[in-house]
């Protein structure tokens, strides 16, 4: 089992900068050992793959549309995923969500994923 908790949306104006964190808690499992993402969903719209981290953190991979712009991170050490957003759009606009997957790799449809947080929105105004 594996609970996560997001936190650090708020509101920006366009061009701002957020930095999101996951702090995940797990029983009987190491958070070395799970591969990390980060997805978000808009209103009216389907969920949206963002970020995803491997279990050592050595690889990444982005969504086109934050490519340049997010950047995923984490530390093993503190249980925790770090998702800093630079040069922010209105069309960022979401409840941002982290999500842990039960296997190493990186992986980028929602349904590899097993355990999700609650979500963290994001507003950036124009």
């Known amino acids: 089992q594996v609970q996560l908790v997001e936190s650090g949306g708020g509101l920006v104006q366009a061009g701002g900068s957020l930095r999101l964190s996951c702090a995940a808690a797990?029983?009987?499992?190491?958070?070395?050992?799970?591969?990390m993402g980060w997805f978000r969903q808009a209103p009216g719209k389907e969920r949206e793959f963002v970020a995803a981290?491997?279990?050592?953190?050595?690889?990444?991979i982005y969504a086109d549309s934050v490519k340049g712009r997010f950047t995923i991170s984490r530390d093993n050490a503190k249980n925790t995923v770090y998702l800093p957003m630079n040069s922010l759009k209105p069309e960022d606009t979401a409840v941002y969500h982290c999500?842990?997957?039960?296997?190493?790799?990186?992986?980028?449809?929602?349904?590899?994923?097993?355990?999700w947080g609650q979500g963290t929105q994001v507003t950036v105004s124009s």
């Open positions: 797990s029983s009987g499992r190491t958070f070395s050992s799970t591969a």
């Open positions: 999500a842990a997957a039960l296997r190493c790799g990186l992986r980028t449809q929602w349904n590899q994923y097993s355990y």
């Open positions: 981290i491997s279990c050592g953190g050595g690889s990444t």
